[in-house]
């Protein structure tokens, strides 16, 4: 933000040099870039005034001015067409420097030597894009009291600076000249001078103009208006001009003009209406419709039911919050204005300026919250303007619509504590006094610092806050710095991390790559994974201010990211890939907002299903889970019908895995067979033992013994499986299937399974050791699934 120094001075007496202002308000916490001078340079520039004026005799687009400077007439030719008789202008003497270090020297234009040159704001050092379009190519002609002779850097005050300031986004008070009046108040513990305002008085007047106003939406919070007759549209007064130019803001005419320069002086932003474009007398409030409006960059822009338009009842005439409208816009017909100051919803406003990518000075400030209080200030300060100008008379009357309740909310602080934070030793009476200093009404009752935030510090919310505002006023470059006192302490992984530790780096022991992908996905990936409509990864969360929309739904699975990740290497025609990520997935219960730590594995190149399997097996058996079950999977829309399973555990499936589904594949661009597990890490981290005991490698051989069982084509080997260990026979050390045979010659929907059984004891086991076993493993395999032994 720019901030004039002279400005600046009109509230603060600062008795201090430009250098150690910025210095000392950097040092309270408003950061300065820079010190702005426009004017550096500028030299032998001084006041005159245009005595007579003739034609030149050989050139019909040049006239000869003799002016005077007070002590002799000085000759000048001009092509200004905008200087008369009687004006008072500033000249560039012969040997002065004007903008950009030109040098002005006699010149003779056609027989008559001309011995300087009159200026313009342009080469007075003002930027071309701040200066009023009417005058950008005009001599500046200056007020008729405006004494000759004089140096123009003393008669405009161009030896003021200006401050180049920094403002955080969570300070939009510090967006005006009063907010960092406040700043400079609290940092040289001066006084500071409040702005003169117009107070309205009670009246009905008003109605004459505007019949009624309304506040129909929820994002208005307040609306404060008030009426001006007999205007008279004109240039602004120079002085006004001069800081809005230096403040980055070009001057218009004496009515907007006065509503920027109230936005640059108290940081709430105005609009003023042609009361004879109101073609109703009425305003209203609210959300617009699927409808296209003008704003006044004379853009047509397409508007949303979220934004906030104000209305006459028959058409739009602004962007609430944003910018005004083309038909309603103040021109040099106008006689009669409505001024509006208004406090806006600041989420809905960033949204539709993003949205339409429109960002305006009104925008910036209401996106970062403003106090529904300033709406009132501002119009009556912009009221006290306008007659002390001459520019109109202000009707009595106004209209004031409050939307929101007010709150009175205090801010309690222990001083310990804040001196804890900051790491000082002040006292309260010294905490006391920085928060006055700062307009912080504040009192110390039973051991606590009572606050009360300014209305204008929206900012200002928890203890830490008044420890912040305390720390910075007193300055933190004072606060002694002391050694840490403390023993050092040896840092270690929570337990859920060494788990998630120990798996990763088995994955990585078998070749693979970690990759991390963004936690917000489109909606279009659950399309893909060919879901049903009510499937449960279909629940997502969708965000309210998405990036894109392709980022508009937080993510269920990462199996979605997991295929676009090996799409992406497929069709870089990456030979292979094995990948894994640990990441959150998102659910809403209730009103509850839910993450699960979640991870995936996909490879590609590599192997089957039995390695993806095998994959999630190695991790369990690491983490010592045992006691799961394994499953045909229900993700039948995700993976291949046959070659894909599901893990449970106490009956709750915490893993899915398999080949994914050729069409599934299509959706993704994969013309390879790809393999995927996900895996729930929430409900398998109670039931992790990572302790690990010494077990002496058995001594004694195994026994292995392959066995072939024909029985129902739907009973999955893991059923078998499972049935084989319940039993709980201590010479079983582990069941493995090797081949599945199928055959008309086995009868209908009969399968053959063929697995072998590992028997190792804790001595040399004999045939009868193993057949009485073997003997009660398939009565029990007979009897469950009428499984008979093949020969």
């Not at 009624?212 to 602004?236: E, F, G, H, P």
């Not at 609430?320 to 009669?336: H, P, R, V, Y």
């Not at 960002?359 to 912009?382: C, Q, W, Y």
């Not at 935030?453 to 929206?458: D, E, F, G, I």
Request: glycine share 6%; aromatic share 8%.
């Amino acid at each position: 933000m720019l901030l004039p120094i002279r400005w600046l001075k009109d509230y603060v007496n600062i008795d201090c040099d430009n250098k150690k202002l910025a210095e000392d308000i950097t040092l309270t916490g408003s950061h300065v870039d820079g010190i702005v001078d426009s004017f550096k340079g500028l030299e032998g520039v001084i006041t005159v005034k245009i005595k007579r004026i003739e034609k030149h005799p050989d050139a019909d687009k040049l006239r000869v001015c003799y002016v005077d400077d007070g002590k002799s007439e000085i000759v000048i030719v001009t092509a200004a067409p905008n200087v008369k008789e009687g004006d008072i202008v500033p000249l560039a003497t012969v040997g002065a420097i004007i903008a950009g270090g030109n040098k002005i020297e006699e010149h003779d234009f056609r027989g008559v030597v001309s011995y300087g040159m009159f200026c313009s704001l342009a080469e007075l050092g003002y930027d071309t894009n701040v200066i009023n379009k009417k005058v950008a190519e005009g001599v500046l002609i200056l007020d008729e009291d405006t004494p000759i002779g004089k140096d123009i850097r003393e008669i405009l005050n161009l030896e003021e600076k200006v401050l180049d300031i920094e403002i955080t986004p969570n300070r939009p008070d510090c967006l005006s000249v009063l907010g960092m009046a406040r700043e400079a108040k609290a940092t040289f513990n001066k006084d500071l001078k409040e702005p003169e305002y117009k107070e309205a008085k009670d009246s009905d007047e008003i109605k004459k103009y505007i019949k009624n106003i309304s506040i129909d939406t929820k994002d208005c919070l307040r609306y404060y208006a008030r009426v001006v007759k007999d205007v008279k549209i004109a240039l602004s007064p120079l002085w006004i001009q001069q800081r809005l130019m230096e403040s980055g803001v070009r001057p218009i005419n004496n009515i907007v003009d006065i509503t920027n320069y109230v936005m640059l002086e108290l940081g709430e932003p105005l609009h003023a209406f042609d009361v004879n474009t109101i073609k109703t007398k009425e305003i209203h409030i609210k959300n617009a419709k699927e409808e296209k409006f003008t704003t006044l960059d004379e853009i047509e822009r397409d508007l949303k039911p979220e934004d906030i338009v104000i209305t006459d009842g028959s058409e739009n005439l602004a962007l609430g919050g944003i910018m005004g409208g083309l038909d309603s816009s103040i021109t040099d017909a106008t006689e009669t204005i409505m001024l509006e100051g208004a406090s806006f919803n600041r989420s809905q406003i960033r949204y539709t300026s993003k949205r339409l990518g429109l960002r305006t000075e009104a925008s910036n400030r209401f996106e970062k919250g403003i106090s529904p209080l300033m709406s009132k200030k501002a119009v009556d300060r912009a009221a006290y303007l306008i007659e002390l100008l001459g520019v109109g008379t202000v009707v009595d009357g106004y209209y004031d619509i409050v939307n929101y309740e007010e709150k009175d909310e205090v801010i309690k602080s222990d001083p310990a504590r804040i001196n804890n934070l900051l790491g000082s030793d002040l006292s309260v009476e010294t905490m006391l006094d920085n928060l006055s200093r700062l307009g912080i009404e504040t009192k110390y009752e039973d051991g606590l610092l009572i606050s009360k935030s300014p209305y204008y510090r929206t900012d200002l919310a928890i203890e830490e806050d008044i420890a912040e505002e305390v720390g910075r006023i007193y300055g933190f470059h004072n606060i002694e710095a002391k050694p840490i006192k403390s023993e050092t302490s040896v840092g270690m992984l929570d337990y859920k991390r060494q788990i998630d530790k120990h798996i990763k780096t088995l994955l990585i022991g078998q070749g693979m790559d970690e990759i991390l992908t963004y936690s917000f996905i489109s909606p279009k990936n659950y399309d893909a994974l060919n879901l049903k409509e009510n499937h449960e990864f279909r629940k997502y969360i969708e965000l309210i201010n998405p990036l894109g929309e392709d980022f508009r739904a937080m993510r269920t699975t990462l199996i979605a990211n997991m295929l676009k990740v090996l799409s992406l290497n497929i069709n870089n025609m990456n030979e292979k890939g094995a990948f894994f990520e640990f990441g959150n997935t998102f659910e809403k219960e209730g009103s509850k907002y839910i993450e699960n730590k979640t991870m995936s594995v996909g490879f590609y190149g590599y192997g089957d299903f039995y390695m993806i399997k095998d994959i999630l097996v190695k991790i369990l058996e690491g983490l010592a889970i045992e006691g799961y079950e394994v499953k045909r999977s229900t993700e039948t829309s995700i993976f291949h019908k046959g070659r894909s399973a599901d893990f449970y555990i106490g009956g709750e499936k915490f893993a899915s895995l398999g080949q994914i589904d050729y069409a599934v594949c299509d959706n993704f661009s994969i013309k390879t067979d790809v393999y995927v597990m996900e895996l729930d890490l929430e409900k398998i981290y109670p039931l992790v033992n990572l302790e690990r005991k010494y077990v002496k490698i058995n001594k004694f051989p195994a026994v292995k013994r392959d066995y072939a069982i024909v029985l129902d084509d739907k009973v999955p080997f893991g059923d078998v499986k499972n049935e084989i260990l319940s039993h709980g026979f201590e010479i079983v050390k582990d069941v493995q299937i090797f081949d599945i045979y199928k055959s008309d010659k086995l009868g209908a929907d009969k399968k053959s399974l063929a697995f072998k059984i590992k028997y190792q004891g804790e001595k040399t086991l004999k045939d009868k050791d193993i057949q009485k076993v073997e003997s009660e493993i398939l009565a029990s395999l007979e009897e469950k699934f009428a499984a008979i032994l093949r020969k």
